[in-house]
């Protein structure tokens, strides 16, 4: 029978972006067909979103490709302002990366394994890619404690993840992390559903053993107004979406909310989403953008749909926009800032 030792000895290598310039390739997509010219289209669209001069650039992230490898693209988009805000699951902030953070390791697997025999172990496996469960309990605890420290009120997802940030200032032990550099740079970072993640056990840890019935919660409706006010700061605005889920439709509600809320503010005026999710079940995550429209959410001038796995795309994606340079002429939003220094909910 195999070990866990002999299971857990290959680790995941993140891509960087910076280490290859995908100029070249992205530019010979543009003359070809199918797939590869759509990806073209989305690396010149989230370009544009980056020319412009005081446009919000939304980064919106379901799935596993954070455990997948392309942890490092997300922290080398936010370090360089080339995106302002982040909605995101649960799992891909916590159980991904502020999980590494801590020092541990996502694993190279198969899907070709008995796992009644990982469960005995303790390995949990997401397709071919392997967890410690040991190891994912210590972020529940850890995430519990952070609950235990903060004052017992509701708290946005976007104060409790920041807060993480602070934690990892102190103790992480890879300090290239996204929630820690999304900390350091005034990125908001949002999680709708959070409880659906590492942190939820560690909240219900944290709730439990609460006294006086005082405790942390997590208010998803502050969440949602909170990014809204980031749409109504904005100009202009454009949208980066790695699947879909409740983040896609989260970061697109926001204008529909604004205008319940009396503001007229234009739709997204960019959008690009990669998913391998089909069209035809009427889900929301296999939606088109032009589906969206429908509703009000995103124009269709600048919007493109890339059918495709994210971590085989989205590098080249984030490799063009980068080596393109125009993120070397915007400057951080700190979105962050401005949201911390709102007092009331009806404050712009």
Not at 278 to 296: I, N, P, Q
Request: aromatic residues 10%; contains cysteine.
């Amino acid at each position: 029978m195999v070990t866990k030792k002999e299971l857990l000895k290959d680790t995941i290598k993140h891509v960087d972006i910076k280490s290859f310039d995908a100029t070249p390739i992205i530019n010979s997509y543009k003359h070809m067909s199918f797939s590869s010219r759509d990806l073209a289209r989305a690396a010149e669209i989230y370009d544009m979103m980056l020319k412009e001069k005081d446009g919000a650039v939304i980064l919106t992230l379901a799935g596993s490709s954070s455990a997948g490898g392309c942890m490092q693209v997300y922290v080398d988009l936010v370090k360089n302002n080339m995106i302002d805000a982040i909605v995101a699951t649960g799992a891909s902030i916590v159980d991904m990366d502020f999980f590494e953070a801590l020092g541990f390791k996502h694993y190279q697997g198969t899907p070709f394994i008995d796992d009644n025999m990982l469960r005995d172990l303790y390995v949990d496996r997401i397709y071919d890619t392997y967890i410690d469960e040991e190891n994912l309990k210590t972020c529940d605890a850890i995430i519990g404690k952070i609950a235990d420290s903060l004052e017992p009120r509701p708290h946005s997802s976007r104060e409790f993840i920041r807060e993480m940030g602070r934690y990892l200032t102190k103790h992480s032990k890879k300090k290239d992390s996204l929630v820690q550099v999304a900390f350091e740079k005034g990125v908001p970072i949002f999680c709708p559903a959070f409880s659906d993640s590492s942190a939820g056990f560690g909240l219900v840890y944290h709730q439990w053993h609460a006294k006086n019935s005082k405790y942390v919660t997590i208010d998803s409706v502050k969440d949602f107004l909170e990014v809204t006010k980031i749409k109504m700061k904005s100009p202009t605005s454009g949208l980066l979406m790695i699947g879909g889920g409740v983040p896609k439709n989260f970061a697109q509600d926001t204008v529909v909310c604004a205008e319940v809320l009396g503001k007229d503010v234009p739709m997204h005026k960019y959008a690009v989403q990669i998913t391998v999710a089909d069209v035809r079940d009427g889900a929301c995550s296999s939606s088109t953008l032009k589906e969206a429209s429908s509703w009000g959410k995103v124009d269709t001038t600048y919007e493109q749909m890339v059918y495709s796995e994210a971590t085989m795309s989205l590098p080249l994606l984030a490799s063009y926009a980068y080596h393109k340079g125009t993120w070397k002429n915007r400057k951080a939003r700190n979105y962050a800032a401005y949201l911390d220094s709102l007092k009331n909910p009806s404050d712009l």
